[in-house]
């Protein structure tokens, strides 16, 4: 009896205990009209309010169709979603919430900057910047200058470094610099919570003085509290000076700047994404080139706007440094206050626009910071776990070339922004004419900085591509590598299409970088059976074309002539200049359209005068001249060079 009242009461216990559980598993399930509980907890991340009607909708773009990439449909139709869950993405609430999460939350707390006139910022010098030497040569960034002795000697260091080593190393290390930043600059005060930084610096053969000088001037003007570590990054250089000397000399920073070698040849590109690996101590990245001097006061205007918002990327003012004399001054162009915004034209050559009246309206002061479609890529800050997040630089880039492109899409399709800085001023010291250059490594092979471009265009671009292509129809069967992982990536981070981009960030490249019309034929413009072709030797902007022997290798040889009648080359057209020359300048989309090309009877016609394209093999001249059959400096053929 004991034994049946025993199993009765556990039979009881466990009985109870499953009701218990329904019942409760009942009461915390949602009903058919209540939201899901778990989705309540991931959007407590987003903003309140609709953000549906917060997103403008998108105006289709008038010369491309079907530029919006609808990857849904693209994933359904190789079996990676089913009918039901395309319909739930669709849903453009959870689309914008998927979005919004891709990147984590901003967690520092930090104000925004406040202007104050007549009023000295908090970040200021509070007494002028001793000088490195005393009176000495280049002080104050005022041009140095050597005697005819010292040709020769200048002559060499410029073929080996780009600069005038010899005038470099005569001036301080820690020269002065002039101030030449906006007035306003000086009253701005800054939050002094900023965030720390890593510098890093990618260099490869680099000349001493000039390497060193970007050391001392970010250690000279930096806060000692925010700068975390300086990161150099010698990309397999082989120059004795930079082995154990610079080993030796940067001991005397006790570990403050710090010294990578890679063991091969990585290129520019693929050593700044190791920088970043090697960056662990700061939370911001900032890299220069490694012939930089930092300005006044660079610090605080650089790294605020990204310690207000993780997913900003600031670039500086980059001012120009003669590589021969060492002065400095603003860079020419851009507005009336010399501000400008980052661009390109369609064969993705870099290009500065001026400041618009659109992103003037934005701003209450000529100097705060304002968004910028591209950037040049050698001086920027980002957030270390940002550029993480974003995937670093793709790394099928190589070398240098179109990566300051593909950072600046990236960082605006997928949610973040490009801010120019106008109180955040770096000098730069630009390459002379003469430099030999550093050539790529036997295992890059040909053309690198096309295919980045094509890589570039292929998983940024859309159907804007095309436009590319016009501008380099070399490329079209270019060979560019495997870029389906860049591909999912903006599937999965819901990267907005390049159309967007373009009407809502870079509307204004266009009007200064029409879109090209279609070619109606390219390639080498050759003097019909010889074996010299038109080349523009470089010139843009007024220069004369001449005749030089084909080197089938396109660049300065390669042309284009469309539907607009244009003869191009780039961003440039052939036209008419003095005593009947043939020029290459900037034109836009209606300007020279002049050109006639017959193909059959080999001859280039310039509709206006109706005279024909004409040559001196001799004295390797282009011009035009009247029409004669009979003439066989008239005649020509045009060849498709492929880039390979």
Known sequence: MRVKVGFLLRSLLVIGTFLGLVVLWSFLSPKPNEENPFEKREGSLLPK???????????PWPHVEGVEVDLNSIRFKHGEASHQELNQQHNPKQAIQQQFVTFKPQTHAY????????????FEPKEPEPPGMPGGPGEGAKPFVLGPEYKDSVQASIKEFGFNMVASDMISLDRTISDIRHEECQYWHYDERLLTS?????????????LMRTIHSVIKRTPRQYLAEI?????????VHLKERLEEYIKQWNGLVKLFRNEKREGLIQARSIGAKKATKGQVLIYLDA??????????????????????????????IDGNEYSMEPQQGGDEDGLARGAWDWSLLWKRVPLSQREKAKRKYTTQPYRSPA??????????????????????LQIWGGENFEISYKIWQCGGQLLFVPCSRVGHIYRLQGWQGNPPPAHVGSSPTLKNYVRVVEVWWDDYKDYFYAS????????????????????EHRCKSFKWFMEEIAYDIPLHYPLPPKNLEWGEIRGFETSYCIDSMGHTNGGNVEIGPCHRMGGNQLFRINEANQLMQYDQCLTRGDNSAVIITHCDQNQHTEWSYFKDLHRFTHVPTGKCLDRSDLLHKVFISDCDVSKTTQKWEMNNIVAV
Request: glycine share 10%.
């Open 111 to 122: 104000n925004s900057p406040v202007f104050k006139k007549g009023i000295l910022g908090n």
């Open 231 to 239: 990161v150099m990054i010698d990309d397999f250089s082989n120059k």
């Open 198 to 210: 890593s510098v890093i610096i990618v260099f490869h053969n680099e000349g001493w003085s000039t």
């Open 375 to 396: 950037m040049a890529g050698g001086l920027f800050a980002i957030e270390r776990d940002f550029f993480f997040e974003l995937g670093l630089y793709d790394p099928g």
């Open 49 to 59: 309010g609709d953000l549906v009607g917060q997103f403008k909708p998108v105006v």
């Open 472 to 491: 380099r129809p070399e490329t079209l069967t270019l060979a560019y590598g495997d870029i389906s992982e860049l591909r999912q990536f903006r599937e």
């Open 291 to 320: 012939h930089c001097e930092v300005g006044i006061n660079w610090y605080a205007p650089l790294v605020s706007p990204i310690s207000k918002d993780r997913t900003v990327c600031t670039v500086p003012l980059i001012d120009y």
